[in-house]
């Protein structure tokens, strides 16, 4: 694979050499240019565009940064800012940039940033590529920038490379299946089955038939053998879904066959060994389930060996911009469109929103969207109507927000980062609330319209 390359657009000399040396040592390809002209026509190719610090306006990111889109669409773009104001933070969630640095920067914070951006842009044609050849949407990756992500990815890396036992936990429409699909796609048993089991489908009486198979005549039907699915999948990996709303008789039967990994067929004298790897998932509070008596305690010893937790969208909001863009070329290619991005007013509603069905929530509406456009096609479509209406709705209820981001601030002395962590939002989100809400602080008092 050839080396990244990068083109840093910065007017001042020193600033351009502090941004370009480091990334140079790193191994990148390094394009500089002060020229306008010359940025927007640089050959296509490239993976990255860092905007410097001189240049960057929050009058202007949205109009430069779309110009660069058109240019180049799937390029990744790198914001290098003297400040952070909110009026620069929402600009850069708007205009879908992926990361942007606050002045003075380090080295190795700089190189560390643009490294993601760059792992994020050459993760798309794998993207499109998989969607055109069938691959299926299991081949995407986690999608996102944001710290939370990052971490996310580097847990999956570690986790892949064992064969212990994994808990992922999030919120319905999180991803965690296809964060367990990933796991065991980059694991040494990637060659092996990967056996999804809905733990809350399977009834006690059909259990062990469904998990350890039976065989010929173990009851009436049985006309041959079968397998069960742990079987498939030995050498493999089983995932158990929801493993949550699993029954006691199940979570029993489950325990003994991870013990002694073996599985005991029905109508069978002796056991069967099985080499498999567990990796479950849930929604639920298990900690609690397990203090109440709900679940087994030694179970969820044996399952959470080690932890992957996805955090949920509203927590990371900073990641919604790349979302976007990234199901808006699914769409394009699976309904043959040609959209380009949303509208500012579309765009507006969705940073606002709180995402209770999260990712997969964004991705339904999304591909709403699309079925909704009209034949003649358009390039920056609207939100569905009823949505729009769900989002007026929560806006008109949202003062009980307002308040607890104003407590957070005050006590915080108007720290953005410390507000973030005391009402566990991103910083980009405490940003975002303040433009929606129109909180400023003017001299260390806040500043409300219309108050």
């Not at 490294?115 to 995407?140: H, K, S």
């Amino acid at each position: 694979m050839s080396q990244p390359s990068v083109i840093v657009f910065e007017n001042a000399a020193a600033t351009a050499d502090a941004i370009c040396e480091p990334l140079v040592r790193s191994g990148l390809r390094v394009v500089r240019t002060s020229s306008y002209g010359n940025l927007l026509s640089c050959p296509p190719g490239h993976d990255l565009v860092i905007l410097g610090p001189s240049i960057v306006r929050a009058d202007s990111i949205l109009d430069l940064a779309r110009s660069i889109r058109q240019l180049a669409p799937g390029i990744a773009l790198l914001v290098l800012t003297s400040g952070s104001s909110e009026d620069l933070a929402i600009a850069a969630l708007r205009a879908g940039i992926n990361e942007y640095v606050k002045c003075p920067f380090s080295s190795g914070e700089l190189t560390e940033a643009v490294r993601n951006c760059v792992a994020q842009r050459v993760l798309r044609p794998r993207i499109y590529d998989n969607g055109e050849n069938g691959g299926g949407e299991e081949n995407y990756g986690v999608v996102g920038n944001s710290a939370a992500i990052r971490d996310v990815r580097a847990r999956m890396k570690k986790m892949a490379a064992t064969s212990s036992n994994v808990l992922i936990t999030g919120e319905t429409g999180t991803g965690k299946e296809l964060v367990a699909d990933l796991v065991h796609k980059h694991s040494p048993r990637r060659q092996n089955p990967f056996v999804t089991l809905n733990c809350a489908a399977i009834p006690d009486a059909l259990l062990e038939s469904e998990l350890f198979g039976y065989e010929r005549g173990a009851f009436t039907g049985a006309a041959s053998r079968q397998e069960g699915k742990v079987k498939a999948a030995d050498g493999g990996s089983v995932f158990l879904d929801e493993i949550g709303e699993m029954s006691p008789y199940g979570q029993a039967k489950l325990l003994r066959m991870i013990e002694g990994k073996e599985i005991q067929r029905l109508g069978r004298n002796g056991g069967i060994a099985v080499d498999i790897r567990i990796i479950a998932a849930t929604n639920q509070d298990l900690e609690l389930m397990v203090s109440e008596g709900r679940f087994r305690k030694d179970l969820f010893f044996r399952l959470n060996v080690t932890r992957i937790h996805i955090p949920p969208l509203r927590e990371r909001k900073e990641d919604l911009p790349i979302l976007i863009d990234h199901y808006i070329h699914h769409f394009n290619h699976r309904f043959r469109r040609d959209v380009e991005r949303l509208s500012d007013e579309a765009m507006d509603a969705l940073l606002a929103y709180e995402w209770p069905g999260n990712v997969r929530e964004l991705k339904n509406l999304l591909e709403a969207i699309f079925v909704e456009l009209p034949a003649e096609g358009e390039r920056y479509p609207r939100l569905p109507t009823l949505f729009r209406r769900r989002c007026e709705e929560l806006r008109a209820t949202s003062g009980d927000e307002r308040d607890r981001l104003l407590w957070a601030l005050s006590i915080t002395n108007w720290n953005k980062s410390k507000a973030a962590v005391k009402l566990s939002w991103s910083r980009m989100t405490v940003y975002r609330k303040m433009s929606q809400y129109n909180i400023s602080n003017d001299g260390g008092h806040a500043k409300m319209a219309g108050i």
